[in-house]
């Protein structure tokens, strides 16, 4: 896995040519993955020069909620358009850029949080209706009287309940707490538990040929990832060619197998069964079948779990909290997959508290989102700690970066340093 820290300071975003904003956020990001023959490890600044105590002071985000009175001086949000390196499918999608939207919120004291709101193909709506809810949000909270961050953050979700503009509250949500973060000078990653200022993330190999993946998965190799999540679900055995591919090109990876809900049961315990014959064992089979198929997900985990040792993953099978209960009452799968586009910063929070308690294994993951929004994943899975499986590389797939002066990349060959600001 590549390996990522987390600190506090300054960016400059850049949405157009027109458009470079300079702020403050405590968004800043530090990366450092070695390919040395050990572990990789994420470490920070201090780390570097000689510290390797990590920090475990909480602040708490909940107790600031109560105590912090947001009073909003301007607000906007900003089309946020990327090229992506190729095109990505996921599932039946097909995604051929990322047209997403930042979110900026500005504090009567000056201090700037950023957001970002994800636009997927698969949603009935585009990026002019993210822009035209956003502002909405935004000339409300622009003309709001001050109010503490806990209203003001029930406001945004009764303004935008339930699934279908989740991704536009989670976006508003990112940019409020950043902005109130900021204020304190506290980097998320303390704000959000102070578990720690690092964590590991895997890359991913999205749907595509034989031959590309192994390209990909080479690079993979090269730049220190120990984990591939490999997107599959479209046939068999064009599957078990594309596995065969990245094993070669990356013989001692570990593989998350995405489906996105592409097989039937009895297609993903086929696949489980030619790759073990293969000596090929995944460590996570993540949504094998389709989302309402409870029964069949049900017995392709009881198959990966007793036979086969592996776990399995639900990510469209969760689409709200009902949903989670259903897994975790039924005991249908072992690992629960969430993202900050489909649940926000506080439907995370919620569901971290309720999926602790039974014993289920968290992942946090990324679609198609810039280093903005992987940003405050990542601070929030470090914070917390208590995410097993960490894939926040979607910026990876990307063909350039909105940061600007925020995002510095070297590499040497061994080991390899790539350090990042963000």
């Known amino acids: 896995m590549a390996s990522l820290g987390f600190c506090c300071p300054t960016n400059s975003f850049l949405f157009s040519r ?64 990327v090229g992506l390196q190729e095109p990505v499918t996921v599932g039946c999608s097909r995604l051929e850029k990322v047209e997403n939207v930042a979110v900026r919120v500005e504090l009567s004291n000056g201090c700037v949080g950023w957001g970002e709101v994800s636009v997927f193909p698969w949603v009935n709506w585009n990026q002019a209706t993210a822009l035209e809810e956003v502002r909405k ?59 720690s200022n690092s964590l590991s993330t895997a890359a991913t190999i999205p749907t595509t040929s034989s031959a590309k993946a192994f390209d990909l998965a080479a690079k993979y190799y090269k730049l220190g990832f120990k984990t591939l999540e490999i997107k599959l679900g479209r046939n068999v055995n064009a599957d078990i060619e594309v596995l065969q591919a990245v094993r070669a090109a990356h013989p001692h990876c570990l593989f998350i197998l995405d489906a996105n809900e592409g097989y039937t049961s009895k297609e993903a315990i086929e696949v489980l069964h030619k790759l ?37 993953a639900a990510d469209e099978s969760c689409r709200d909290l009902t949903d989670i209960k259903k897994l975790m009452e039924e005991n249908l799968v072992d690992v629960i997959n969430i993202k900050l586009s489909k649940f926000g910063v506080l439907g995370i929070l919620e569901i971290v508290e309720m999926v ?30 208590c995410f097993r499986y960490v894939n926040i590389s979607a910026p990876s797939l990307l063909s350039g970066d909105p940061v600007v002066g925020g995002y510095e990349g070297t590499i040497t060959l061994i080991p390899i340093h790539i350090w990042i600001h963000t």
């Open 18 to 81: 027109s458009s470079l904003v300079n702020h403050r956020s405590n968004l800043q990001t530090r990366f450092i993955v070695s390919s040395s023959t050990s572990s990789s490890e994420l470490v920070t600044q201090s780390a570097v020069s000689g510290s390797t105590e990590r920090p475990r002071t909480s602040l708490g985000l909940k107790n600031l909620t109560e105590i912090f009175w947001v009073d909003v001086h301007c607000a906007e949000g900003r089309p946020l358009n």
């Open 137 to 195: 949000a935004c000339e409300f909270l622009s003309q709001g009287s001050p109010v503490t961050l806990n209203l003001v953050l029930h406001q945004i979700s009764e303004m935008f309940p339930g699934s279908e503009f989740a991704s536009v509250r989670a976006g508003l949500e990112m940019a409020l707490v950043d902005a109130v973060a900021n204020s304190i000078d506290v980097p998320l990653w303390r704000l959000f538990g102070g578990v």
């Open 276 to 312: 073990n014959e293969k000596g090929v064992i995944p460590t996570v089979f993540e949504q094998p079948v389709h989302r309402d198929d409870w029964r069949g997900l049900g017995d392709v985990s009881n198959v990966a779990r007793h036979k086969y040792g592996v776990s399995v």
């Open 356 to 385: 602790r308690k039974s014993g289920l294994e968290l992942m946090i993951d990324s679609v198609a989102e810039t280093r903005l929004a992987t940003g405050v994943a990542g601070h929030l899975a470090a914070g917390l700690g």
